[in-house]
T-cell receptor
Framework: DTGVSQNPRHKITKRGQNVTFRCDPI?????LYWYRQTLGQGPEFLTY????????KSRLLSDRFSAERPKGSFSTLEIQRTEQGDSAMYLC??????????????FGPGTRLTVL | LAKTTQPISMDSYEGQEVNITCSHN???????ITWYQQFPSQGPRFIIQ???TKVTNEVASLFIPADRKSSTLSLPRVSLSDTAVYYC????????????FGAGTRLFVKA
């Protein structure tokens, strides 16, 4: 257990529905990342926050995806009008950006999304 | 952004030492090398990180030659539970958001 938690662990939805995932990072970590991973591939970067500010967003990220991190604590990732191609594992990671340490990311267990 | 190349898969037997080599020819001066382990249906788990020479922790060793264009993850005396995917990553020291995961190396440990 890395200290990063994600909920739910599994989500099954029908095409066209909206889904929301939650990530609780390690408490003192100021950076939070979202990744997507499909079978047989490595995690693919989606977006990241430093505190409450969303600083980077992948160009591959559809407008149907939105992420928030209110108050710089937990984060939510919402997918609107889900498509079957959105089926994947959604991973959250957190890190501590400060002087004297590298930006090592610690991952949560992931949320497995299945779109029917 | 530095890209990495590592073998797609490796087989080993219990008790053996396993060495997984990663190439990163375009590594930049401020890039660090990090290795993660991932089991099915779990998130990647940090194993080890280094900048140059040798780093050792309770799990593994990381060897980085002087030119830093490659690195080798060494797992001593593997067990069945070490069967997993291992990712080699290169990213700037303070810019973890520039981390790019490849497909990793699938290590299969046999009895």
């Amino acid at each position: 257990d890395t200290g990063v938690s994600q909920n739910p662990r599994h989500k099954i939805t029908k095409r066209g529905q909206n889904v929301t995932f939650r990530c609780d990072p390690i408490s003192e970590h100021n950076r939070l990342y979202w990744y997507r991973q499909t079978l047989g591939q490595g995690p693919e970067f989606l977006t990241y926050f430093q505190n409450e500010a969303q600083l980077e967003k992948s160009r591959l990220l559809s407008d149907r995806f939105s992420a928030e991190r209110p108050k710089g604590s937990f984060s939510t990732l919402e997918i609107q009008r889900t498509e079957q191609g959105d089926s994947a594992m959604y991973l959250c990671a957190s890190s501590l950006r400060s002087s004297g340490n590298t930006d090592t990311q610690y991952f949560g267990p992931g949320t497995r999304l299945t779109v029917l | 952004l530095a890209k990495t190349t590592q073998p797609i898969s490796m087989d080993s037997y219990e008790g053996q030492e396993v060495n997984i080599t990663c190439s990163h020819n375009n590594i930049a001066t401020n890039d660090y090398i990090t290795w993660y382990q991932q089991f099915p249906s779990q998130g990647p788990r940090f194993i080890i990180q280094g900048y140059k020479t040798k780093v050792t922790n309770e799990v593994a060793s990381l060897f980085i030659p002087a030119d830093r264009k490659s690195s080798t993850l060494s797992l001593p005396r593997v067990s069945l539970s070490d069967t997993a995917v291992y990712y080699c990553l290169v990213a700037p020291e303070y810019e973890g958001f520039k981390t790019i995961f490849g497909a990793g190396t699938r290590l299969f440990v046999k009895a």
